[in-house]
């Protein structure tokens, strides 16, 4: 069996290729026993994570809170039938009952056409350093300190500010292995970090709650705390003061954070899973024109430093660079294994879900789109569940704010906006060059000529 692992590893005191080592050592054992216990297949997954996450309010220490967690899963397949059982306990015996009883379910399982292993022939042979592996020596005082540094600095901002939810710095880091009987052992590695803060502005009845927060998996690739603390003051003190909204129809602008819910919604489509479950409403849509034609998104897994990097799945096939929506036309689906073969399909490597999706720009930032725009409405928070995955009918609580000759005029809230998302999508006037780093959905603003907007 092949060991595949992050190429080096350990510098200094990081010892995370010792325990990587470790892990995958762990791993073909726990696939030996399964050999031995007569599964005709068997995949593992072993992980290590460790993690420090403080929290401060009012200027002082509300929690802190250190994590050390370790999981074991396996699975086992007799012919076509599956089982499943998982443990955090290394000891011998507990790791031998654990594939007994993933064996036992496996018995008294149905079988299952679709079930097993990805394809022998798709698993990843190339081991890539993509730069997930950024280790921040943080400890609970410096981040104590840090969380208080950002949220006075957001307190301080603005006389207008009168209370905090508080402030909070995270860090983790987590260790995975997975391996199958195909031979695959494949090494994983990755750190997050984050600060955030959120205040409230305003007295009595005309209080308002906003914040920011900075991610990254390298603690230089975060915001300074203090001006997270002084970002969150200002998106604060612009919410005060709202105005109600006419109920119309009206041009309306995603800022970034909240256009990657957009690009959310078509992933959830396209999934394999609402696929053969025939609960998507763009069934069969593979080959459709679904977005204007110079609409394009790409999923990019070997991204250096992505947030969701990845040089295989979670079934240890290869991942790759591929359109999800080209010209307009969408590409393909997001398929792992099983739903590929419930749909007669192939796999696209995306078991475990999508890496690094990027929505092309075609225009300028943010205030560039408000001149394109012109009036309208600037979507900077939604509120609820309103979107049916079957139908793609879309209705969902928004504040934001109206836009006239250009700029920003004044806050709205309380309003709706609706619409059906296969309309929306075509209604996408302009995505916007002002990505939002913080998640591996990688997007601007988004501009659409027109949704119905319910005032409140």
């Known amino acids: 069996?092949?060991?595949?692992?992050?190429?080096?590893?350990?510098?200094?005191?990081?010892?995370?290729?010792?325990?990587?080592?470790?892990?995958?050592?762990?791993?073909?054992?726990?696939?030996?026993?399964?050999?031995?216990?007569?599964?005709?297949?068997?995949?593992?997954?072993?992980?290590?994570?460790?993690?420090?996450?403080?929290?401060?309010?009012?200027?002082?220490?509300?929690?802190?809170?250190?994590?050390?967690?370790?999981?074991?899963?396996?699975?086992?397949?007799?012919?076509q039938c599956k089982g499943s059982a998982s443990t955090a306990d290394l000891r011998e015996d507990s790791l031998a009952a654990t594939v007994e009883q993933a064996c036992a379910i496996a018995r008294f399982t149905s079988p299952d056409p679709a079930a097993g292993l990805a394809d022998a022939a798709r698993m990843a042979t190339h081991?890539?350093?993509?730069?997930?592996?950024?280790?921040?020596?943080?400890?609970a005082d410096r981040a104590v300190e840090l969380a208080l540094a950002c949220e006075a600095a957001g307190r301080d901002a603005d006389p207008?500010?009168?209370?905090?939810?508080?402030?909070?710095?995270?860090?983790?880091?987590?260790?995975?292995?997975?391996?199958?009987?195909?031979?695959?052992?494949?090494?994983?590695?990755?750190?997050?970090?984050?600060?955030?803060?959120?205040?409230?502005?305003?007295?009595?009845?005309?209080?308002?709650?906003?914040?920011?927060?900075?991610?990254?998996?390298?603690?230089?690739?975060?915001?300074?705390?203090?001006?997270?603390?002084?970002k969150a003051a200002a998106r604060t003190v612009a919410r005060l003061d709202p105005r109600p909204l006419s109920t119309g129809r009206y041009p309306v602008l995603f800022d970034a954070p909240v256009a990657r819910t957009l690009i959310g919604h078509l992933l959830a489509a396209v999934s394999g899973g609402a696929q053969y479950r025939q609960a998507s409403f763009?069934?069969?849509?593979?080959?459709?024109?679904?977005?204007?034609?110079?609409?394009?998104?790409?999923?990019?897994?070997?991204?250096?430093?992505?947030?969701?990097?990845?040089?295989?799945?979670?079934?240890?096939?290869?991942?790759?660079?591929?359109?999800?929506?080209?010209?307009?036309?969408?590409?393909?689906y997001v398929l792992g294994s099983y739903s590929a073969r419930r749909l007669g399909l192939e796999s696209t490597g995306n078991a475990g879900?999508?890496?690094?999706?990027?929505?092309?720009?075609?225009?300028?930032?943010?205030?560039?789109?408000?001149?394109?725009m012109g009036t309208g409405l600037l979507v900077t928070d939604l509120m609820g569940q309103g979107v049916n995955p079957v139908t793609g009918d879309y209705s969902r609580g928004a504040?934001?704010?109206?836009?006239?000759?250009?700029?920003?005029?004044?806050p709205v809230e309380g309003i709706t906006i609706a619409g059906n998302l296969r309309s929306m999508f075509q209604a996408i006037e302009a995505v916007g060059s002002d990505i939002d780093p913080r998640s591996h959905l990688r997007t601007g603003s988004i501009l659409l000529d027109g949704m119905t907007v319910a005032g409140g």
């Open 1 to 79: 069996m092949n060991q595949i692992t992050p190429r080096n590893c350990d510098t200094g005191a990081d010892d995370s290729g010792r325990r990587l080592e470790s892990l995958s050592a762990l791993s073909s054992r726990l696939l030996e026993l399964c050999s031995k216990a007569g599964a005709d297949q068997a995949e593992v997954s072993c992980s290590e994570e460790r993690g420090l996450n403080v929290g401060v309010r009012m200027g002082e220490v509300e929690t802190v809170e250190a994590t050390r967690d370790r999981g074991i899963a396996v699975t086992v397949y007799f012919g």
């Open 127 to 139: 081991p890539l350093e993509l730069d997930t592996w950024h280790p921040w020596e943080l400890d």
């Open 160 to 230: 207008r500010i009168a209370n905090s939810d508080g402030a909070s710095v995270g860090t983790g880091a987590s260790l995975g292995v997975y391996a199958n009987s195909h031979g695959f052992v494949g090494a994983s590695r990755d750190t997050v970090h984050s600060i955030s803060c959120a205040l409230i502005a305003g007295r009595g009845e005309q209080m308002q709650r906003q914040g920011w927060y900075t991610a990254g998996l390298a603690a230089d690739d975060l915001e300074p705390a203090a001006a997270v603390g002084r």
């Open 282 to 332: 763009l069934l069969g849509a593979v080959g459709e024109r679904l977005f204007p034609g110079w609409f394009r998104v790409r999923e990019r897994p070997h991204l250096v430093r992505g947030l969701r990097s990845a040089w295989f799945d979670a079934e240890g096939v290869a991942t790759r660079d591929s359109a999800l929506v080209e010209d307009g036309v969408l590409s393909r």
């Open 353 to 372: 879900g999508v890496r690094n999706v990027e929505v092309a720009a075609n225009a300028g930032g943010q205030d560039a789109l408000l001149r394109t």
């Open 399 to 410: 504040s934001g704010f109206w836009v006239e000759g250009g700029a920003i005029a004044w």
